[in-house]
């Protein structure tokens, strides 16, 4: 089971990127799966998460209506629109899977990528 995230950068505020979690070893479909974020100093926040039951997404209040979370299922690969970026969206981002249908807290999930740098600035 192994999960390779990508797409991070540097982006100016209201620019985009568009983060990448490649999966092997298993279907990510049949898996909850969720993009988290820890800023400096700060605990791993969840971001947004697909439900395994019903492909229910979740949005953190920060970033509704600006990330758009989404499943190739093709590719094997989960992906992170982020559009609209601000100063504070600058965090490591990892992506992380779990077997259970509940978007939990990051301490549910047991298989994760290696994290990807965003740093929003001007």
């Known amino acids: 089971v192994q999960l390779q995230a990508s797409g991070g950068g540097l982006a100016p505020p209201g620019g985009s990127l568009r983060l990448s979690c490649a999966a092997s070893?298993?279907?990510?479909?049949?898996?909850?799966i969720a993009w988290f974020r820890q800023a400096p100093g700060k605990e791993r926040d969840r971001v947004s998460c697909?439900?395994?039951?019903?492909?229910?997404?979740f949005y953190a209040d920060s970033v509704k209506d600006r990330f758009f979370i989404s499943v190739d299922s093709a590719a094997n690969t989960l992906y992170l629109q982020m559009t609209n970026l601000k100063p504070e969206d600058t965090a490591v981002y990892y992506c992380?899977?779990?077997?259970?249908?509940?978007?939990?807290?990051?301490?549910?999930?047991?298989?994760w990528g290696q994290g990807t740098q965003v740093t929003v600035s001007s």
């Open positions: 070893g298993f279907t990510l479909r049949d898996f909850t």
């Open positions: 992380a899977a779990r077997s259970g249908n509940l978007c939990l807290e990051s301490r549910f999930f047991g298989a």
């Open positions: 697909i439900s395994s039951k019903d492909r229910s997404t």
